[in-house]
C-alpha cells in the first residue's frame, strides 16, 4: 500500500540539477528517492521510465548498514524515516532537522553524537550519526583493562620481590 494500486498516480519530480537523472518524487504523504532514464525509439525520446524507493525506516537500516551509522533522512526540514529511536529521533528532529545544520554535535536523549549530512537531493538531504559516547566508552573500558593488567603485574612483582627480600634476610 506504498504506492497506490491500480490507479495512475500524479508525481511531481525534483531533480537534483537540471541535467540530472535522479531526484525526488512526492506521491500523497510519501517521499521517494527516483531514478529515471529516458526511453528511446530510433532516435526519439518516447517516454520515461522511472524506478523509486520509498524513504522509509526500511531503508535508512538498509543505508545504516552499509554506512555503519545512525541514518537520519530529513525533508524539508522535517525528519521523515531513520534508525534514531522515538526520543531521539524526536530531539534530532527539533535540534538539526529544522535547522538544516550540515555537520556538529549535538545531545540526542542525554546521549551525544556527532553527526554530518551526507547528501542533499533538493529538499532532501540524507544525515549519518555516531554516538561519541559509545565509541568513548569502547576507548574508556579498554584503557582501564590495560591499566588493571599493569596495576596487578606490578602487584606481583612487589609480591615476589618481597618474598625474595623476606628469604635473604
Do not use: C, K
Request: no cysteine; glycine share 8%; net charge negative.
Amino acid at each position: 500500500s506504498q504506492w497506490p494500486r491500480g490507479e495512475q498516480a500524479a508525481f511531481e519530480v525534483h531533480p537534483v540539477s537540471t541535467v540530472a537523472h535522479d531526484g525526488i518524487v512526492h506521491v500523497a504523504d510519501r517521499v521517494y528517492r527516483s531514478a529515471w532514464v529516458d526511453l528511446r525509439l530510433q532516435n526519439q525520446t518516447i517516454g520515461r521510465l522511472y524506478v523509486s524507493t520509498l524513504l522509509s525506516d526500511a531503508y535508512a537500516s538498509a543505508l545504516a548498514h552499509i554506512a555503519n551509522a545512525q541514518i537520519a533522512v530529513v525533508n524539508d526540514g522535517r525528519l521523515i524515516s531513520g534508525t534514531l529511536t522515538g526520543a531521539a529521533a524526536r530531539d534530532f528532529d527539533r535540534t538539526v532537522a529544522v535547522r538544516g545544520l550540515q555537520e556538529g554535535t549535538v545531545d540526542l536523549t542525554g546521549e551525544s553524537f556527532a553527526f554530518r549530512r551526507l547528501v542533499s537531493m533538493g529538499e532532501v538531504s540524507f544525515y549519518a550519526l555516531g554516538s561519541i559516547d559509545a565509541l568513548s566508552e569502547a576507548g574508556t573500558t579498554a584503557a582501564l583493562r590495560a591499566l588493571a593488567l599493569v596495576g596487578l603485574g606490578a602487584m606481583l612483582l612487589a609480591f615476589a620481590g618481597s618474598v625474595w627480600l623476606a628469604q635473604t634476610i
